[in-house]
């Protein structure tokens, strides 16, 4: 059973950073797409970045150059990490951030709980 870990959440003023971490474990398969999304109350959950398996980055226009995602894949598939470094952060960067990964093998599409991203003015 595949578990996704998320860390690094909390509240940072505007103009600040902060770097959260994904922890995904128990994959027997290659995990091929990682990522973040980003949801607030009353609003569908958005995509904010994802990596393949082989660093194809994908950013939402709001985050491009202040947000900057990357992995560390296990030599075995045991253990894959997802870090999302964001800088600059906004007001309306606030919102519950959840880790997503993808193993297109054996169609597995698994979120985690989130992690709470609050940015005061």
């Known amino acids: 059973q595949v578990q996704l870990v998320e860390s690094g959440g909390g509240l940072v003023q505007a103009g600040g950073s902060l770097r959260l971490s994904c922890v995904a474990s128990g994959s027997r398969f290659s995990i091929n797409t990682m990522g973040w999304y980003r949801q607030t109350p009353g609003n569908q959950r958005e995509l904010v970045a994802t990596i393949t398996d082989n660093g194809i980055t994908n950013y939402a226009d709001s985050v491009k150059g202040r947000f900057t995602i990357s992995r560390d894949n296990a030599k075995n598939t045991a253990k894959n990490t997802v870090y999302l470094q964001m800088d600059s952060l906004k007001p309306e960067d606030t919102a519950v951030y959840y880790c997503?990964?993808?193993?297109?093998?054996?169609?597995?599409?698994?979120w985690g709980k989130g992690t709470l991203v609050t940015v005061s003015s």
């Open positions: 997503n990964i993808k193993v297109t093998l054996i169609a597995l599409n698994t």
